[in-house]
Structures are given as C-alpha cells and as structure tokens.
C-alpha cells in the first residue's frame, strides 16, 4: 500500500518562513513614499526610487536565474540576507537621491537572490502530484506578511527615532533565516545528471528550448496579467475609494486577503485535483467580474467586491505556479520557476505603471474597462491553454 509523499516537513516549513521574512522585509518600506517626501526627494523622483527595487529584480530574474542551481542557492540565499540587512541598516545614512536609489537597486539584487535561491530549492522538495497544494500554502505564508506588517510598521514606528530606524529593524529581523539556510544547505542534496554524477547548469540554449514551449510561455504571460491585475488594485483602490468617498478602505482588503488565504488553506490538494488551465481560466473570469462590480455598483459593496477578487486572485497563483512545474521537465523545474517570478516582477511593475496612466489619461473608469479587457483577454489564453 503506497503512502501519500509528506510535504510539510522541515525544508518544506522552512522555505515558507524564509519566504515571510523575506516578504515582511520588503513589505516594511510600504510607506517609502513618505519617508522620501519627508527628505525632500521631489514627486517626480520617488517613483524612481521606490521602483528600482522590482526593476532590479526582474532583470536579474531573466538573466542570471537560469544558472542559480540547487548547489548554489544557498549561498545566493545568504549573500542576499547580508545584502538586505546592509541595505536596512544603511537607510539610517542615506539620504541623498542617487545614493537611495543605488540602495534600492542594491536591495532588488539581494531580494532576487534570496528569493530566487528559495524558489530554486522550493522546487525540489515538493512531492509528486501535490505542486498546487505546496504552492497554495508557499503563497499563505507571502500573503501573511502583506497582512501582518503594515499593521505592525504603525504600531511600532510612532514609538522609534524614526522609520528608518523600522527599516533597520526589518533587515535586522532576517537573521534568524541563516540558520535555516545553513540547516537546508546540510537536507537538500542537489540533483545529478550524466555519469559524472556533475548537477546540471542550465544554458542558453535551456532557456531558449523552456521559451520555445509554447504552453509553458502562455502560462508566463498570464502569471504577467494576474500581478499587472493585482498589483494595480492594490495600488490604485485607496485613490478611487478617496474619490468615491468610502472612509473604510481597509475593509476591502481585508475581506480579500482572508478569502484569499482561506482559499489556499482549504482548498489544499482540491488544486492538484482540478484542471489547472480550468482553474487560471475561472480566476480571470471572477477578477473581471471583480473589476466590473468596482465600476458599476455603489461604493459601501466594496467590502462584498473584495471576495470575489479574493476568490479569483486566491485560485489563480496556485494555478499559474502547479502549471510551471508540470509542464517542466524536473532539471529545468529551478530555472522555470524562476522565469515565472520575472513575470510576477514585470507585471508588479506594469500594473501601477500602466493603470496609473490610464487613470490620469481616462479616470478610474478608464481603468477599470483597461483591467476587464486584460481579465478577459486572459481567460481567452487560459481556453487556448486548456486546448494545448
């Protein structure tokens, strides 16, 4: 009689808690925007500065995490602990623009290496058949830090110099994710391939055989969409709430996070049950209806709205990440699960970017007609995923 292959154990638990501190430290520059205002960085420049991180970040998850194996992750994952802590502590100096924005730029290097590292191990202890499950519960643990931080940053700056001492502290609080590092660098043995018994370095010609697949490049560009979607609304709500004169803005996103987290909990291997394609075409389809709902019914149901983004947005990562790894032969899992956090990257990039330019060209109905048009066109991909 087989058993079912054990996913929570000690490496599996412990990327999650290295994937929440690594979230909750960047999630405690949420108020950056601030903090550069009150330096006196002009309007113009702040943007610059908040977004050389994510940038950073994506050009590194292009180019170099095809060749962060499983040997190297890591010392990747260290380097980018010290990096990060560095770059918390040195807030407490830097105040001229070009220097913050070379440390943000430094910061988005050791985000990408600490994150990417952890993908590159994460991938290699998931059991078969259970992907959608084991990144259902990888995503709680990312959703838990946007929910606890900005809450606790509030709390805590009022009682400190300033927040950049906060700042400080975030990067300080990554210290214990060494041990861990250390502890996964002793459990997780690299794969090895060919009778040299030497681990796989993937090559150029790696990359371009995973982009010419051409299921896996649908999934990527949708994996694009779902974080251009997401991260636009969670940019962009405050402004239209302030607008439309709803005084309760949190309510909306707590209602969307807790259906988004209780979805991941307990939907558990529902994921790997159902079609995946299916499953990404359902949660673009309930993101439009999310978008449509915002544009056209009263203000006070924004809290109601939220759980049906909670739901489309819940369903939809688990989807996106089970789809990458299935559709990855097992030496290349590392380096495509990365390709995916590049499309997590630009399209955290392209949603603020692109919905805050259709906002000032079109107001937010523009906006919201933009996001249904890229919800549904989404869907459409998701069919002919679905298709092969």
């Given at each position: 009689?087989?058993?079912?292959?054990?996913?929570?154990?000690?490496?599996?638990?412990?990327l999650c808690l290295i994937a929440f501190l690594?979230?909750?430290?960047?999630?405690?520059?949420?108020?950056?925007?601030?903090?550069?205002?009150?330096?006196?960085?002009?309007?113009?420049?702040?943007?610059?500065?908040?977004?050389?991180?994510?940038?950073?970040?994506?050009?590194?998850?292009?180019?170099?995490?095809?060749?962060?194996?499983?040997?190297?992750?890591?010392?990747?994952?260290?380097?980018?602990?010290?990096?990060?802590?560095?770059?918390?502590?040195?807030?407490?100096?830097?105040?001229?623009?070009?220097?913050?924005?070379?440390?943000?730029?430094?910061?988005?290097?050791?985000?990408?290496?600490?994150?990417?590292?952890?993908?590159?191990?994460?991938?290699?202890?998931?059991?078969?058949?259970?992907?959608?499950?084991?990144?259902?519960?990888?995503?709680?643990?990312?959703?838990?830090?946007?929910?606890?931080?900005?809450?606790?940053?509030?709390?805590?700056?009022?009682?400190?110099?300033?927040?950049?001492?906060?700042?400080?502290?975030?990067?300080?609080?990554?210290?214990?994710?060494?041990?861990?590092?250390?502890?996964?660098?002793?459990?997780?043995?690299?794969?090895?391939?060919?009778?040299?018994?030497?681990?796989?370095?993937?090559?150029?010609?790696?990359?371009?055989?995973?982009?010419?697949?051409?299921?896996?490049?649908?999934?990527?560009?949708?994996?694009?969409?779902?974080?251009?979607?997401?991260?636009?609304?969670?940019?962009?709500?405050?402004?239209?709430?302030?607008?439309?004169?709803?005084?309760?803005?949190?309510?909306?996103?707590?209602?969307l996070t807790a259906v988004m987290i209780g979805?991941?909990?307990?939907?558990?291997?529902?994921?790997?049950?159902?079609?995946?394609?299916?499953?990404?075409?359902?949660s673009f389809g309930m993101i439009a209806l999310?978008?449509?709902?915002?544009?056209?019914?009263?203000?006070?149901?924004?809290?109601?709205?939220?759980?049906?983004?909670?739901?489309?947005?819940?369903?939809?990562?688990?989807?996106?990440?089970?789809?990458?790894?299935?559709?990855?032969?097992?030496?290349?899992?590392?380096?495509?699960?990365?390709?995916?956090?590049?499309?997590?990257?630009?399209?955290?990039?392209?949603?603020?970017?692109?919905?805050?330019?259709?906002?000032?060209?079109?107001?937010?109905?523009?906006?919201?007609?933009?996001?249904?048009?890229?919800?549904?066109?989404?869907?459409?991909?998701?069919?002919?995923?679905?298709?092969?």
């Amino acid at each position: 009689m087989s058993s079912t292959p054990k996913l929570l154990g000690f490496e599996f638990t412990s990327l999650c808690l290295i994937a929440f501190l690594a979230i909750a430290n960047g999630t405690a520059y949420y108020d950056l925007f601030g903090h550069l205002a009150s330096l006196g960085i002009p309007a113009g420049l702040r943007g610059i500065v908040v977004g050389a991180y994510p940038l950073v970040a994506m050009v590194l998850y292009l180019v170099a995490s095809p060749f962060l194996t499983v040997r190297r992750a890591p010392r990747a994952m260290l380097a980018g602990i010290a990096i990060l802590v560095a770059g918390g502590v040195s807030f407490l100096f830097v105040q001229s623009f070009w220097g913050l924005l070379l440390l943000r730029g430094a910061c988005g290097a050791g985000g990408f290496l600490l994150g990417a590292g952890a993908m590159a191990l994460l991938v290699t202890v998931i059991p078969p058949g259970r992907s959608g499950e084991a990144f259902g519960i990888y995503s709680v643990a990312i959703l838990a830090a946007y929910g606890v931080v900005p809450a606790a940053m509030d709390g805590v700056v009022p009682r400190l110099v300033g927040v950049t001492t906060a700042y400080a502290l975030a990067g300080l609080a990554l210290l214990p994710a060494v041990g861990l590092v250390l502890s996964l660098r002793r459990r997780i043995r690299p794969p090895v391939v060919g009778p040299g018994g030497e681990p796989h370095l993937p090559s150029r010609a790696d990359l371009r055989a995973s982009l010419s697949h051409r299921r896996l490049v649908l999934v990527l560009l949708l994996g694009v969409a779902y974080f251009a979607n997401w991260s636009s609304l969670y940019y962009l709500f405050k402004g239209f709430a302030t607008e439309r004169g709803l005084g309760n803005v949190g309510a909306f996103f707590s209602v969307l996070t807790a259906v988004m987290i209780g979805i991941r909990l307990l939907g558990g291997r529902l994921f790997d049950r159902f079609d995946k394609a299916r499953l990404a075409t359902f949660s673009f389809g309930m993101i439009a209806l999310g978008h449509l709902a915002l544009a056209t019914l009263p203000v006070d149901a924004a809290p109601i709205v939220g759980a049906f983004f909670g739901v489309g947005l819940g369903a939809g990562y688990p989807a996106l990440n089970g789809l990458v790894f299935e559709l990855s032969e097992p030496r290349f899992r590392p380096q495509n699960a990365n390709l995916m956090m590049f499309a997590v990257q630009l399209g955290s990039f392209l949603g603020p970017a692109v919905g805050g330019a259709l906002v000032a060209r079109a107001g937010y109905a523009g906006y919201f007609a933009g996001s249904i048009l890229l919800a549904l066109a989404s869907a459409g991909l998701g069919g002919v995923l679905r298709r092969g």
